[in-house]
């Protein structure tokens, strides 16, 4: 079993860049698809972005596609991603999980989520 702990939130003005990491505990990292869900104050969690085990292999909600890049280092267990061009939708509690599925229909797969982290981008 994966654990995941995810740092890197803050607060940024619009148009500025933020990047967060996912560490992860155990021995099976490599093993697994990764993905990264975001949470808005009164909406409901979402995908943002997906990577394969090996890391070539990526895919993205629209609303942030050509502005967040995902990637992972398998010998460090982490997984990143990096926002640019922030805007201010983008506020959220941002989470990492397993990631299962196919394009357009990404589900996570641990059920117990970490704690996240914030995201706020101020207008």
């Known amino acids: 079993q994966v654990q995941l702990v995810e740092s890197g939130g803050g607060l940024v003005q619009a148009g500025g860049s933020l990047r967060l990491s996912c560490a992860a505990s155990g021995r099976l990292f490599s093993n697994y698809a990764m993905g990264w869900f975001r949470q808005a104050p009164g909406k409901e969690r979402e995908f943002v972005a997906r990577?394969?085990?090996?890391?070539?292999?990526?895919d993205y909600a629209d609303s942030v596609k050509d502005r967040f890049t995902i990637s992972r280092d398998n010998a460090k267990k982490t997984l990143y991603l990096q926002m640019n061009s922030l805007k201010p939708e983008d506020t959220a509690v941002y989470y990492c999980?397993?990631?299962?599925?196919?394009?357009?229909?990404?589900?996570?797969?641990?059920?117990?989520w970490g704690q996240g982290t914030q995201v706020t981008v101020s207008s």
């Open positions: 999980n397993v990631v299962e599925g196919v394009s357009g229909s990404y589900s996570p797969v641990t059920p117990s």
């Open positions: 990577i394969s085990r090996s890391g070539i292999s990526t």
